[in-house]
């Protein structure tokens, strides 16, 4: 943790570089939308936006100069989000369809059927 | 108290006073990243279940504009970042300038939402009573739909209703995905408000020359609120406007 972390002034040549990059991933990512790869276009599609979000955090948000203590308090968020993300949709995809519980479901759940 | 940079009483440096805030910042920002979290995975979750009205619902959205906003927003950012290295130089006439043209840029965005949702109005495609998935297919003229457009438009409503079982269950979950859509990108446009509110404050203050090498803070906390909004919209663009954009 270095007294000069706080200081640290990134140039604009490297701010013009990311906005570049940024440009780039928006443009590929429309591109690849258009080209069928089945079930993989979702995984694509996440892949630039995360490399986006990436950049955005380490340059434009400075995390890469931040202090160790920001950098963790970064990190833990994304380790909080995992786990909502991870345990909710492993639940999602592992458990049974419920068995119908009445004869006549209520009209909002007519339509799943 | 008009705070410019002194040291105060709780702190021993300003280093330390300044890592506070970005530290505070960014567990306000957890929080966020938290609360749109769970509007992500309620998404995911419903458009698991019913992928074809989501991708229906997807394909009715205007790639242009929603492509012309992610790059207004990206460029938005990029003027942020840059207010933020003018203060840090100390080049106070260009913080201003760089503030205001955040401010534009993200005045942009939201006209250009204000397009998009009146489009919906009239496309019918607002969760209620007249919503109508299968309206731009049968008033083609209304929503700007001829050629190919219009014939995979009427291939796709078509083959919906049978994946679907039925125009009501089409309709049903159209309906939830527009619901979807209208409530996160609500909620994004609101953040986004409630940054040009920021914006214009502190264009106010840096008119007045506070922010320079010594005292950024402000300037900094507020850009990383602008980045973060950012970056939801750099998710929210692929996975409500583009899901099924190989089958158009």
Wanted: aromatic share 12%; glycine share 8%; proline share 3%.
């Amino acid at each position: 943790m270095s007294e000069n972390s706080q200081h640290h002034v990134v140039s604009p040549k490297l701010y013009a570089a990311i906005l570049g990059a940024l440009l780039l991933g928006t443009y590929l990512t429309v591109q690849a939308a258009k080209i069928d790869l089945g079930r993989w276009n979702i995984v694509l599609a996440l892949l630039i936006a995360t490399i986006k979000m990436t950049l955005v955090i380490l340059f434009f948000m400075h995390g890469k100069y931040s202090t160790r203590r920001t950098q963790l308090v970064i990190i833990s968020g994304f380790f909080w989000l995992a786990i909502m993300l991870g345990l909710t949709l492993t639940d999602y995809t592992a458990r049974k369809p419920e068995p119908s519980r009445s004869a006549n479901p209520p009209a909002a759940v007519i339509h799943r059927a | 108290m008009h705070r410019t940079g002194e040291l105060f009483g709780q702190y021993k440096t300003l280093d330390q006073q300044k890592e506070t805030a970005t530290l505070g910042m960014w567990i306000f920002l957890v929080t966020e990243i938290l609360f749109f979290g769970g509007v992500f995975l309620t998404y995911t979750i419903n458009r698991h279940q019913f992928p074809t009205a989501f991708g229906i619902g997807g394909n009715m959205l205007s790639l242009k504009l929603g492509g012309a906003n992610t790059v207004v927003l990206i460029a938005s950012s990029f003027t942020m970042a840059m207010s933020v290295w003018s203060a840090q130089t100390s080049k106070k006439q260009l913080v201003t300038i760089f503030l205001i043209l955040t401010l534009i840029l993200g005045t942009v965005f939201l006209g250009v939402k204000v397009v998009e949702y009146r489009d919906k109005f009239v496309h019918h495609l607002i969760p209620g009573n007249s919503f109508d998935v299968t309206y731009c297919s049968k008033n083609p003229a209304v929503c700007d739909l001829s050629g190919k457009d219009l014939d995979d438009e009427v291939k796709e409503i078509k083959e919906g209703i049978e994946t679907e079982g039925g125009v009501t269950a089409l309709n049903a979950h159209a309906q939830l995905y527009f619901s979807l859509y209208f409530g996160m990108t609500g909620l994004h446009a609101l953040h986004m408000i409630v940054g040009a509110g920021l914006l214009l404050w502190l264009i106010l203050e840096s008119r007045k020359g506070r922010f320079d090498a010594n005292y950024n803070t402000p300037v900094e906390n507020i850009g990383l609120y602008w980045h973060f909004v950012d970056i939801v919209w750099i998710f929210l663009f692929p996975l409500l406007y583009l899901i099924n954009r190989h089958l158009a």
